[in-house]
């Protein structure tokens, strides 16, 4: 997995060319160049900068063939959440079909539950809504939990397995239901890394 913004920017517009080759890369380059310097100061757990990750995402995203407001959404998808950025923004630089799907998916992370019991019905309810709108949206947030998964190992113990729960429980049924076989896989094989290592 790449550790630094050019490696995974590298391996992001060869997986694009596989499948896209009159991609519009110079909107993919505007795309990081915006989210790291949105994201500019911030460190993931594990001490890359932050904008591997959402590289990561859209890597992730790529490997689905999805369209270029897809892969755009998965590289602006912490934008809104995490700093200073406004969606009139995205909207204005990118447009307001990557704004919407950003809107989407930082509307899904904010979603926050009293019990358990609520967190399962109530996250796929409302996941079955956004679904309804705007499927690319539940893709980009599969495509989101996916990378959080692979790069779990830095989190402390209690955090990685509530993690995996919530995982195994929400992101790989509906990862199942969608038809996309190695993302419930692969999620599957990490959850139970994180929950029963033997």
């Given at each position: ?14 997986k694009l060319l ?129 990378h959080n998964m ?47 290592p033997e």
């Open positions: 997995m790449p550790t630094t913004t050019s490696e995974a920017l590298k391996m992001l517009e060869e596989q499948y896209y080759p009159d991609v519009n890369m110079a909107l993919v380059r505007h795309a990081v160049e915006f989210a790291d310097k949105k994201h500019t100061g911030q460190l993931r757990s594990s001490g890359e900068p932050y904008i591997v990750h959402p590289i990561g995402v859209s890597i992730i995203l790529a490997e689905l063939h999805l369209d270029l407001d897809s892969i755009i959404t998965g590289i602006l998808h912490d934008t809104v959440e995490d700093t200073n950025t406004s969606l009139k923004e995205i909207e204005e630089k990118f447009g307001p079909s990557v704004a919407e799907l950003v809107d989407g998916v930082t509307k899904i992370s904010r979603i926050t539950f009293r019990t358990s019991e609520e967190k399962q019905a109530e996250n796929f309810r409302k996941m079955v809504v956004a679904m309804a709108k705007d499927l690319r949206v539940i893709l980009v947030k599969l495509a989101d939990r996916t692979r790069t779990l190992d830095h989190l402390p113990e209690r955090k990685r397995r509530i993690i995996a729960q919530e995982t195994l429980d929400i992101y790989a049924p509906l990862a199942n239901r969608l038809g996309i076989h190695w993302v419930k896989a692969e999620l599957e094989d990490l959850c139970l890394r994180h929950l029963k």
